[in-house]
């Protein structure tokens, strides 16, 4: 009788350490995400960026800087050969001049690329942040691993029915790789990118990842200033000599 009820009480504390090590859900990991990149608060607070890095490809290093205002535009500056470039998009176009392709003027950017540069000012979006009230579906599609770091993995679904993958760290609750399918000339291809050295910035209380690799481009901040000052001439295309 006594070993029958040992093994009932085994059997009842057995079940009752499963239920407390039960999986987490796709929200709950979003939410400690949400708290090991600074917490909403900060992220709200977030204004503009300023981030000064380089970008290396097939072992050319090219100086580059991404200014974001959120409401009013994001610029970035490339500096190849000598040569200085730029792009810009504000909510309703966008402009390019790239000397280092054989421009000699300012040209107007196509929908279909403000479109998708816009994507920049959505910085809370990157980080799942705000995924809610954009109409977006989170589930957990189980678990892989990044650079051998185990991860969760989930699946995203936009309003509009686009699916990507995000492998978020299992110990640290960081982003590491997120996987996209995008529409081109050649049909769909998949994009993966990955992201590393996450630091909190001096202002503002926000973490965020100082590298990042896609499709064999890799690109090091060296520096991220979060909302300081932006001049609003910042997002006017000017050629290089009327500045």
């Known amino acids: 009788m006594k070993a ?12 009752a350490g499963i239920t407390t090590v039960k999986a987490q859900t796709a929200d709950e990991i979003l939410e ?38 959120i409401a009013k535009g994001a610029r970035l500056d490339i500096s190849v050969m000598g040569m200085t470039g730029y792009q810009i998009v504000t909510p309703n176009a966008g402009w390019m001049y790239m000397p280092f392709q054989g421009s000699t003027k300012v ?21 799942l942040l705000d995924y809610k009230s954009k109409g977006t579906k989170v589930e957990l599609a189980g678990k892989d691993t990044v650079n051998n770091a185990p991860c969760y993995k989930l699946k995203i679904t936009d309003k509009d029915a686009n699916e990507s993958t995000v492998f978020i760290d299992m110990a640290t609750y960081y982003i590491l790789r997120t996987e996209t399918k995008a529409k081109t ?7 993966a990118v990955v ?5 909190q910035t001096a202002e503002g209380g926000v973490v965020m990842p100082m590298s990042v690799t896609a499709q064999g481009v890799e ?5 991220i200033e979060v909302n300081k000052p932006i001049d609003e001439k910042t997002f006017i295309p000017t050629a290089p000599d009327k500045k």
Do not use: C, R
């Not at 107007?108 to 980080?127: E, L, R």
């Not at 992201?195 to 630091?199: G, L, T």
């Open 4 to 15: 029958i009820k040992f093994s009932i009480l085994a059997a009842m504390m057995l079940t």
């Open 32 to 69: 400690k995400h949400q708290k090991a990149i600074g917490g909403a608060d900060s992220w709200n607070k977030l204004k503009t960026l300023k981030m000064v890095g380089t970008l290396t490809q097939q072992g050319m290093e090219i100086s580059m800087t991404q200014t974001i205002d």
């Open 107 to 127: 040209d107007t950017m196509k929908p279909d690329m403000v479109k998708a540069m816009q994507q920049q000012f959505d910085v809370k979006g990157h980080q």
């Open 185 to 191: 000339d050649e049909g769909d291809q998949e994009m």
């Open 195 to 199: 992201y590393s050295d996450y630091k």
């Open 219 to 223: 690109i090091t901040y060296k520096s």
